[in-house]
């Protein structure tokens, strides 16, 4: 397994660096939204998880996934997991004051001032879980394998040099986490999460979910096109549920953006037939007013094919 | 040139040249006596961008630029956009308009924005001649719109269906089934 750690200074770049780097690589793409929905899962929630244990439970957790897959970890220090691990590699993205604002700004729509506004909260955030999570908000330059300037490079440019130096270290070559290497490695974190009374997880599902329908893959890979984050049904929100409070009917959207904390649903079946997800939807919005969904139709669906030349059979 | 397959005309060439000029007018007050330099992202926006340079008072410079086609990845690495002919000039200090078509998804504005960012022009703008909000995905702030569209598939003034139809002085929904 390789662990490549990509992190960065808020604001800048680097999660975006990350998912191109994970897509380019073919690896499983861990992020802190994916760690800790993950630790939320296996632990049903994150209360009750001290901040201190959370370097050794998302290590145990990445351990799990690189028996299967290498990995691209892209966390708030990042850089201070997997340390002492061979096959890995450390990069850090830095950008100057202006490149960050510019950043915030086209990113979000924001104001010069709201982005100086967001990127100190960012940054104040940043430190303070670094704090709590590793005792120190301070980065030392020595932590770092390799650290990128935004000043001098693209997104395009910084991730042809990580790739090279994976490909020139032979990361990708260096296989996957052995069973032994995995139980030695899982010992020792189950030694460092019993001081805080905490029984990692004996199985991590990271399988890949298949898509439901052709359209999803290609809508997928249009998003991964355009370097947009997504991830595929990442929840479900019950719509009823009986008098003991069993979740009697669900509802599931295709795509959640993470960016623009924006669920879709593509619904490719005729128009006379979606009549019952629309009712789920109306519930949805009612229920949970809170919650971003938009929904794109058969007829959508067909604009989208004319407009990207996508395969013409997905409007059918 | 083979009858278009339309439903209807949304917006007549009297109705896109009258709006053209009132955008216009809005843009070269903005930028009274102030440099502008128009981006142009190719194919789409060149009828746009040159119908509204006309009409601008305000001293204009042109630049084009090009993006990678999601319609021409082929099998193995998967692909991601990228700048396919990038601007023939520094925009660094400069004020700067992105000149688009159409926007609806906003995957490719945002995209744009962020490529024309990284070279820190003095502002960085937009002004498209169609908005189609209900297909919005990614939110980009658009400075200056000539028309708000239905969710419907357009062609004229620029905008295609499989390259045909750009030059249409007119802006009409188009029958995607019959075409």
Same mark, same amino acid.
């Given at each position: 397994?390789?662990?490549?750690?990509?992190?960065?200074? =808020?604001?800048?770049?680097?999660?975006?660096?990350?998912?191109?780097?994970?897509?380019?690589?073919?690896?499983?793409?861990?992020?802190?939204?994916?760690?800790?929905?993950?630790?939320?899962?296996?632990?049903?929630?994150?209360?009750?998880?001290? #901040?201190?244990?959370?370097?050794?439970?998302?290590?145990?957790?990445?351990?799990?996934?690189?028996?299967?897959?290498?990995?691209?970890?892209?966390?708030?220090?990042?850089?201070?997991?997997?340390?002492?691990?061979?096959?890995?590699?450390?990069?850090?993205?830095?950008?100057?004051?202006?490149?960050?604002?510019?950043?915030?700004?086209?990113?979000?729509?924001?104001?010069?001032?709201?982005?100086?506004?967001?990127?100190?909260?960012?940054?104040?955030?940043?430190?303070?879980?670094?704090?709590?999570?590793?005792?120190?908000?301070?980065?030392?330059?020595?932590?770092?394998? %390799?650290?990128?300037?935004?000043?001098?490079?693209?997104?395009?440019?910084?991730?042809?040099?990580?790739?090279?130096?994976?490909?020139?270290?032979?990361?990708?070559?260096?296989?996957?986490?052995?069973?032994?290497?995995?139980?030695?490695?899982?010992?020792?974190?189950?030694?460092?999460?019993?001081?805080?009374?905490?029984?990692?997880?004996?199985?991590?599902?990271?399988?890949?979910?298949?898509?439901?329908?052709?359209?999803?893959?290609?809508?997928?890979?249009?998003?991964?096109?355009?370097?947009?984050?997504?991830?595929?049904?990442?929840?479900?929100?019950?719509?009823?549920? #009986?008098?003991?409070?069993?979740?009697?009917?669900?509802?599931? =959207?295709? @795509? &959640?953006?993470?960016?623009?904390?924006?669920?879709?649903?593509?619904?490719?079946?005729?128009?006379?037939?979606?009549?019952?997800?629309?009712?789920?939807?109306?519930?949805?919005?009612?229920? &949970?007013?809170?919650?971003?969904?938009?929904?794109?139709?058969?007829?959508?669906?067909?604009?989208?094919?004319?407009? &990207?030349?996508?395969?013409?059979?997905?409007?059918? | 040139?083979?009858?278009?397959?339309?439903?209807?005309?949304?917006?007549?060439?009297?109705?896109?040249?009258?709006?053209?000029?009132?955008?216009?007018?809005?843009?070269?007050?903005?930028?009274?006596?102030?440099?502008?330099?128009?981006?142009?992202?190719?194919?789409?926006?060149?009828?746009?961008?040159?119908?509204?340079?006309?009409?601008?008072?305000?001293?204009?410079?042109?630049? @084009?630029?090009?993006?990678?086609? @999601?319609?021409?990845?082929?099998?193995?690495?998967?692909?991601? %956009?990228?700048?396919?002919?990038?601007?023939?000039?520094?925009?660094?200090?400069?004020?700067?308009?992105?000149?688009?078509?159409?926007?609806?998804?906003?995957?490719?504005?945002? &995209?744009?924005?962020?490529?024309?960012?990284?070279?820190?022009?003095?502002?960085?703008?937009?002004?498209?001649?169609?908005?189609?909000?209900?297909?919005?995905?990614?939110? %980009? =702030?658009? #400075?200056?719109?000539?028309?708000?569209?239905?969710?419907?598939?357009?062609?004229?003034?620029?905008?295609?269906?499989?390259?045909?139809?750009?030059?249409?002085?007119?802006?009409?929904?188009?029958?995607?089934?019959?075409?």
């Amino acid at each position: 397994m390789a662990f490549i750690r990509i992190s960065g200074e =808020p604001g800048s770049r680097h999660e975006e660096l990350a998912r191109m780097t994970a897509q380019r690589l073919d690896c499983h793409l861990a992020t802190e939204v994916g760690i800790c929905d993950t630790i939320a899962n296996e632990f049903s929630g994150l209360h009750g998880i001290p #901040d201190r244990a959370w370097p050794h439970l998302a290590a145990s957790i990445l351990a799990k996934i690189g028996v299967e897959r290498h990995v691209v970890v892209s966390t708030v220090g990042a850089e201070r997991l997997f340390r002492d691990y061979p096959a890995t590699l450390s990069i850090h993205v830095t950008a100057p004051e202006s490149r960050k604002l510019s950043n915030l700004m086209v990113t979000r729509g924001l104001s010069d001032e709201q982005a100086r506004t967001l990127l100190f909260e960012l940054e104040s955030e940043a430190a303070s879980m670094r704090r709590r999570r590793f005792g120190s908000a301070g980065k030392r330059g020595q932590s770092y394998d %390799v650290m990128l300037n935004e000043a001098a490079l693209n997104v395009e440019q910084m991730l042809d040099v990580v790739e090279f130096t994976i490909r020139s270290k032979g990361l990708l070559e260096a296989g996957l986490v052995s069973e032994d290497d995995e139980k030695r490695f899982l010992f020792e974190s189950r030694l460092k999460l019993a001081r805080f009374g905490i029984v990692p997880p004996d199985r991590v599902n990271v399988a890949r979910k298949e898509f439901g329908h052709p359209s999803e893959e290609v809508f997928a890979n249009l998003l991964d096109f355009y370097r947009i984050a997504w991830d595929y049904e990442p929840r479900s929100f019950p719509l009823q549920w #009986d008098k003991d409070g069993k979740v009697l009917e669900a509802f599931t =959207p295709d @795509f &959640y953006l993470s960016e623009f904390d924006l669920y879709i649903e593509l619904t490719t079946m005729k128009q006379a037939n979606v009549t019952r997800k629309n009712r789920k939807i109306r519930l949805l919005k009612a229920i &949970y007013p809170h919650v971003n969904i938009q929904v794109f139709y058969q007829k959508d669906v067909q604009d989208l094919v004319a407009k &990207y030349g996508l395969p013409e059979r997905l409007a059918r | 040139m083979k009858e278009p397959p339309i439903d209807r005309v949304l917006f007549t060439a009297e109705q896109v040249e009258a709006r053209i000029r009132q955008v216009a007018a809005e843009i070269s007050a903005e930028y009274e006596n102030r440099e502008l330099k128009l981006i142009g992202v190719l194919k789409g926006s060149v009828f746009f961008l040159t119908a509204l340079a006309r009409e601008l008072t305000a001293p204009v410079k042109l630049d @084009f630029l090009a993006v990678s086609s @999601f319609a021409n990845q082929r099998g193995g690495m998967p692909g991601v %956009v990228r700048i396919a002919k990038d601007l023939d000039e520094s925009i660094e200090g400069e004020h700067v308009m992105l000149v688009e078509d159409i926007i609806d998804t906003g995957f490719t504005t945002r &995209y744009l924005m962020q490529h024309l960012a990284t070279r820190e022009p003095k502002s960085l703008s937009i002004c498209t001649l169609l908005d189609r909000t209900p297909r919005r995905i990614v939110q %980009v =702030p658009i #400075d200056h719109r000539c028309f708000e569209i239905p969710d419907r598939f357009v062609v004229g003034c620029g905008l295609d269906y499989k390259q045909l139809y750009r030059n249409l002085k007119y802006i009409a929904a188009l029958n995607v089934e019959a075409s």
